[in-house]
C-alpha cells in the first residue's frame, strides 16, 4: 500500500479470503482488505456465523467463538513432512522418518481420492473405519519422536501435535474436506496478478480490488464468463431496483444464457494426491497393504 494514512508504504497489509465449500448451493468468493493481519479481522467477518470453518494453522483462527468449528488442513502438514523429505540426499531417504512422515500424510489424501464420489455420509463412515486407524498412528508415532524444536523434524513433529485438535475435525462431518485447498485455489488469481500490478495505491483502490475479485472468482464458481457477467451488471444495474437484486446474483436463473460457461467446458476438481514415484510411491503401497491389505476403501469395483 502505497498512500495510507499514518503508514509507511513498506508495512505489510492483509487480503483475506472467505468462501463456501464444496457442498454450498450458492457458491461464493469475498476478498477482504484489511491493514493488519490481527485476529479480529476474521473475529469481526465470521460474527454471527455458525458452523464450520476449514483454515490454514493461523493461531488467530483458534480463539474464534465456539459456534465456529475450525477444520485443519492436511496440505498444511504434510509440507512440513514433504520440506524435510526433500533435504534428505535421495540414498538416506527409504526407512527415515520424514519418508514415514510423508507417506502418513500421503495415505490420508489417497483416501480422500478414493471417497470423492461418496455421498457425505457415506464419506463420514469410511473415513471413521478408514482414515481414523492411519491418523490416529500418525499421531502416535510423531508423539513418540524426539528432535530439536527448531530442526526441520521438530517443526514437522511441533506443527503435526499443534494442529491435531483441528485435523481431527475431519471426522465430524462428511462433507468437510481433509485440506484448505479449495481456499488456496481461490487466492491464486489475487496473487497471480499481484505479480502484475505489484501494489495498490490507497486503501479505497485495494478494496474495490478486493470487490471486483470478489464479483469475478464468485462468478466463475458459479460457472458464468467473467466478462458477460460483469458486462451484464455494468448493463443492468443502474436500471435494477432494489428488490429485484437477486435477480442478478450469480445463481440466479433469470441471467442470460450469454453469461453462462458451457458445461462441456466446465473445470474438473484437481486430484487430492500428488504422482508420488520411486522409492515414496512403494513406501505407500506398503503402507496401504498394511492397514487395508486387498480391501478396497471405497468399496466400488
Known sequence: MLHEPG?????KSCE???????????PIVI?????????????????????YLHTDGYQGYHNLPPDIVVVGCWAHVRRYWEKLYETIPEDKRSGSNAERGLVYTNLVFWLEDEFRDLTPQERYQKRLEFNK????????WVGSLTALPKSLLGEA????????????NIYLDGRLECSNNRAERSVKPYVQGRKQWLFSNTPNGAESSSIIYSIIETAKENHLHPFH???????KLPITTCNKLEELLPWSDSLPDSCRVPERAWQPEPKLRKKDKGPLHLALLRLREKFFGNTNPSGTQ
Open 7 to 11: 503508514r509507511a508504504a513498506q508495512t
Open 157 to 168: 513433529v511441533t506443527y503435526s501435535l499443534n494442529q491435531r485438535e483441528y485435523l481431527e
Open 133 to 140: 486407524p492411519v491418523t490416529d498412528e500418525f499421531f502416535s
Open 16 to 26: 483475506w479470503l472467505y468462501r463456501t465449500g464444496r457442498y454450498s448451493e450458492k
Open 229 to 235: 457477467y460483469m458486462k451484464y451488471l455494468l448493463e
Open 31 to 51: 476478498y477482504e482488505y484489511t491493514e493488519t493481519r490481527k485476529q479480529e479481522h476474521p473475529h469481526a467477518f465470521l460474527a454471527g456465523f455458525k458452523g
